[in-house]
């Protein structure tokens, strides 16, 4: 009788079936691990991402906010130039009918480009090229009432200038004079020192007439019925050729400046005064060197002992010499 084999324990119950799940666990498994390492992966990309355009923006928010205080930055400080310069202005006014009508028309042009400039200031940031264009234009209403004060001041007929027998009292016209000056210095706060000439060579001597017109010089006091006062001028490329006024001013041994009533005065820059002077004199200057001679006489004689003569262009010293009449 033929039986029938055993089944082998270990295949005991195992079919097909069986292996397919084991392969398929195996393959979820080895799926689930590509996944997250996939999503790792574009997690870490994104962070990064994020972190570069956070960056980004903080730099582009600081620029921005740097950019926004130099604005408001630029913004206040025209305002505040504005504002200044308009009070300048103000406290001229009342001193002389025709600078308070200028005063009036610059302070309008003033307000304007500040009413301009606040306008700006809500709808738009201020560069630096829009900011010097602005100073610009301030600084050209400036010069315009300087060059127009200069106007009024070669103006013979609100420069006349009266003094009384003993020197003293100066009328209104001169201190309508003094007020003009005054006013153009503070306005002016660039003189340029290298447009000035200075003379050399400085002779003052004492001179009579001849019977046949010449002069004859002497250093003898009771002989010298004028002074003549002679000196070089040297060439400066630096100022323009034309007509230079000089101011010059003789003290006599006591300490007194020598003068007429039709002396003049002018304005010291250097003392921010007004100055007694003794006479102008008037050069045609062409940027080459030459001489320039003028004479004083007075109506008192010429007492005896050291003089000192100083020279002034534009209101600075330029040069002094002292002479002695025996």
């Known amino acids: 009788m033929i039986t029938k084999n055993k089944q082998h324990p270990i295949t005991d119950g195992y079919d097909g079936n069986n ?36 960056v980004r923006a903080n730099k582009s928010s600081e620029l921005l906010s740097s950019k926004v205080i130099d604005s408001e930055s630029r913004y206040n400080d025209l305002d505040t130039r504005y504002t200044a310069t308009l009070a300048d202005l103000e406290s001229y006014r009342g001193k002389n009918a025709a600078l308070d009508s200028m005063i009036t028309i610059n302070e309008k042009t003033i307000i304007n480009l500040q009413s301009a400039l606040n306008k700006d200031r809500k709808s738009k940031q201020l560069n630096e090229a829009q900011y010097k264009k602005h100073l610009s234009d301030l600084d050209v209403v400036i010069t315009d009432l300087n060059s127009k004060i200069e106007t009024l001041q070669r103006d013979k007929n609100m420069l006349l200038v009266a003094k009384d027998s003993m020197g003293n009292v100066i009328t209104v016209n001169t201190i309508a004079i003094s007020d003009l000056q005054n006013t153009n210095t503070k306005l002016n706060t660039k003189v340029t020192i290298a447009y000035l000439l200075i003379p050399e060579d400085i002779t003052v001597t ?41 101011y010059i001013r003789i003290i006599n041994p006591k300490g007194d ?34 001489q320039a001679c003028s004479s004083w006489k007075q109506k008192a004689p010429f007492g005896k002992g050291i003089y000192n003569t100083e ?5 600075y010293l330029v040069a002094s010499e002292k002479f002695e009449l025996k």
Do not use: H
């Open 257 to 290: 400046v020598i003068s007429e009533d039709s002396s003049g005065v002018f304005v010291s820059v250097e003392k921010d005064m007004p100055l007694q002077s003794t006479m102008t004199t008037s050069v045609q200057y062409a940027n080459q060197p030459q």
């Open 311 to 315: 020279i002034y262009q534009d209101g």
């Open 206 to 246: 004492g001179a009579s007439l001849k019977a046949n017109g010449n002069e004859s010089t002497t250093m003898k006091a009771d002989k010298s019925e004028f002074l003549k006062i002679c000196f070089n001028l040297p060439m400066n490329k630096t100022t323009d050729a034309g007509r230079k006024s000089f």
């Open 19 to 54: 292996q397919n799940t084991q392969v398929s666990v195996v393959k979820k498994g080895s799926g689930w691990g590509v996944f997250f390492i996939v999503t790792t992966i574009v997690f870490v990309g994104l962070s990064i991402f994020l972190y570069v355009e956070n």
